[in-house]
């Protein structure tokens, strides 16, 4: 007969101790424990589908800033280059009229 | 199968006789409900069952979900990270112009001044030089 051992804690080795009937009976029923774990992992599950929507939302949101944000850089820049094109021929068309007052 | 439950101390354990056959049902179900070996066994022996009902249907739509949700997330750090870079690099730019701007602006004020030429209202081309000097690198 094969032997597997599993550890636990001296109170839990009491509770086992004084429960040994009832945990016998466990071992045999083979339904309920199926419906435990399948509840188990359900529960697992659903903590884990609801740890990935909170992340979807946070980075969809994210996400929408980002867009928004490239966009308006976008058009920034091409405000501030139409800008410095103009102002660099002002400040040229200036200094021109200041050489020429001199 | 021997079960031989012991805690720190070597010398008392608690021995459970299990036929082999229910010992390789309870792997078999181990193995399909994605659980090692050794949380099943504590389950039995200190957790308990439980009375909750979860059909197979129910476990399968919730696993879809997750399958669905992953693959959405995973579409969406795919976008984010060529995203950011590129806004980075556009907000880098914006901020080079800001700094060049900065300059000619206070020149064009210097230089209406001595012509006597009025000066220009350029608050809003102002702001924005703010914005993107301010812009966190």
């Known amino acids: ?39 188990l992992k359900y529960s697992l599950l659903l903590e884990h589908r609801n740890r990935l929507k909170t992340r ?3 980075l969809e949101k994210k996400h929408l800033e980002l867009v928004e944000f490239e966009e308006k850089a976008r058009r920034d820049k091409e405000i501030l280059m139409k800008i410095r094109r103009e102002l660099s021929e002002e400040n040229a068309k200036l200094r021109k009229m200041l050489e020429a007052k001199k | 199968m021997k079960v031989v439950v012991r805690s720190d101390s ?19 179900n181990a193995e399909e409900y994605g659980f090692r070996m050794d949380e099943v066994l504590k389950i039995i022996l200190i ?9 197979k ?28 870079f590129k806004t980075y690099y556009i907000a880098l730019d914006n901020q080079n112009l800001a700094i060049q701007l900065s300059g000619m602006l206070a020149e064009n004020k210097r230089l209406r001044k001595q012509l006597g030429l009025p000066l220009v209202n350029r608050k809003e081309l102002e702001e924005l030089i703010h914005y993107y000097m301010g812009f966190n690198k």
């Open chain 1, 1 to 39: 007969m094969g032997e597997v051992e599993i550890r636990v804690t001296r109170e839990e080795l009491r509770v086992i101790k004084d429960k040994k009937r009832e945990i016998e009976k466990r071992f045999r029923d083979i339904g309920g424990l199926k419906r435990t774990l399948a509840y």
């Open chain 2, 10 to 28: 070597k010398w008392k354990k608690v021995v459970f006789n299990v036929p082999d056959d229910v010992f390789n049902e309870i792997e078999k």
């Open chain 2, 57 to 84: 249907e129910e476990l399968k739509e919730l696993e879809e979900e997750i399958k669905t949700l992953e693959k959405l997330l995973y579409q969406l750090e795919g976008k984010w990270s060529p995203l950011k």
């Open chain 2, 47 to 55: 957790d308990g069952y439980v009375e909750g009902d979860v059909k």
């Open chain 1, 56 to 58: 979807l939302e946070e």
